[in-house]
Structure formats: C-alpha cells, structure tokens
C-alpha cells in the first residue's frame, strides 16, 4: 500500500515560517485530494489546506493568506508553507491522501509532526 512519509515541523517564534512536506510512495496509484489537517490537544481535528489533481484548493479560513499549499505531482509530494505563524497554530499537523490504486479508493495518513509556536 501507498505510505505517506511527512518533515518539517519543530518549534518556531510567533510570526516565523515553517515549511512542511509530505512525501507518497508505493507503486501503481494516483492521488486525488492531498493535504494536512491539524489537531490541537483538546480540540477535534481540522482540515488546513487541500489540493485536489484538478488544480483546485480550500483552506480553513483560519489559515488563508498565510499558509500555501503546492503540490509536485511528479514527485507525488504536497508542501505547505507556513508564514505568520501564530501561538494557535500550534498542532500535530498529519497529511492525508485520498489513493486511488487497483481500482480501490481509501484514504492514507501520515504519522503526524508537531509544530509549536511559542516564543
């Protein structure tokens, strides 16, 4: 099956940048939505940002014009840039794939990565 493979949380002062990337790997599959959710301790997990193959995206609002989310469909890889971070954004931030392999769809997650925003 198709393994999510995701880098680039840490810890970051308010108002930096972070950079996270979410790699797929497997053979024999396409990629029709990829992208991150978050959750926050005590709180539900919510979608961030989301690129769909037909070039379409959606954001939370929380996050518009502040994060970007690019997608490298060569290297089945989807980024999300992270600027004017803010102390709320801090979450472990787990990327998502919705696979279409062998005529099946299901979804794959990533083991999640942290990202806290603290000074």
């Known amino acids: 099956q198709v393994q999510l493979v995701e880098s680039g949380g840490g810890l970051v002062q308010p108002g930096g940048s972070l950079r996270l990337s979410c790699a797929a790997s497997g053979s024999g599959f396409s990629i029709d939505a990829m992208g991150w959710y978050r959750q926050a301790p005590g709180k539900q997990r919510e979608l961030v940002a989301r690129?769909?193959?037909?070039?379409?995206?959606n954001y939370a609002d929380s996050v518009k014009g502040r994060f970007t989310i690019s997608r490298d469909n060569a290297k089945n890889t989807v980024y999300l840039q992270m600027n004017s971070l803010k102390p709320e954004d801090t979450a472990v931030y787990s990327c998502h794939a919705r696979i279409v392999q062998w005529a099946l769809e299901y979804d794959r997650w990533g083991q999640g990565t942290q990202v806290t925003v603290s000074s």
């Open positions: 690129v769909y193959s037909s070039g379409y995206i």
